[in-house]
């Protein structure tokens, strides 16, 4: 699910991204809790004939209730933006192996659609939660996680950069219309947990439009109604133990 690139001296430390540790003793498991915030703007629903573009941003948290890290092994996270599109096929974009090669200097300026932050929990080989700049393109999957070649399919690609030197690299697919999904996090190997986990994720997406076929497309389009006056989102994370975490949020909205 999420590749990294790590300083030597840290790179055992900070081996795997985002997953949440596998618990040892069941008396010792530390549930975490989700919380997902999500705004659009503006609040108004578009029509067939006239689409309305939106920007989004993004605010996804996991904390426990005792202040220590999860130990609970995320497979995939996913995202549902009930009722909006995307439009990823009308932009330009960026192709993940690129991305890994050389880092967001690799990506066209107009491949890039949002900008954020993160916070990382790698206690307790790190003592300190280490905060990551973050960096989202419109790109291609063109690699698996061993970065071996597959055929292209489109997707966000998250660019992490923490204030230690360490990168790491998310794709999040696009599924139907309305839905994302990060790509399986390898399974745990002999029960070890992973390094570090990725606790906070807050992305702006401003509007962007461009024009194809004769009319504007938005990357991000609110949807065609507002039901009960309200809009919402869904955050679901998905263990490798069965466990499922899952969070909503809602805004309120008009209709045109």
Known sequence: MFRSIVAAAVVTALAGVTALALAVEPT?????????R???SPPVAGTAAKPQPVALEFDSLEYTDSGQRSQLYTRTLAYRFNGFSFHPGAFAKCRESKLEKSGPKACAKASRIGTGSAVVDARPTLPDKIKADVVAFNGMLDVNSAGEPITPVPAVLIFA???NGAKAYVPVLFK???RLVTTDRPPPQDG???AFSIVRLHLKVPVKTKS???RTVGYVEAPLSCPRGKWKFTQLNST????KLT???TQPCVSP
């Open 247 to 249: 969070a909503t949020d």
């Open 38 to 40: 999500v705004s659009a």
């Open 161 to 163: 950069r923490g204030s």
């Open 28 to 36: 010792s498991l530390e549930i975490p809790n989700l919380i997902v």
């Open 176 to 178: 139907g219309g309305d």
């Open 192 to 194: 070890q947990p992973p």
């Open 240 to 243: 490798y133990s069965g466990e």
């Open 212 to 214: 194809a076929n004769g």
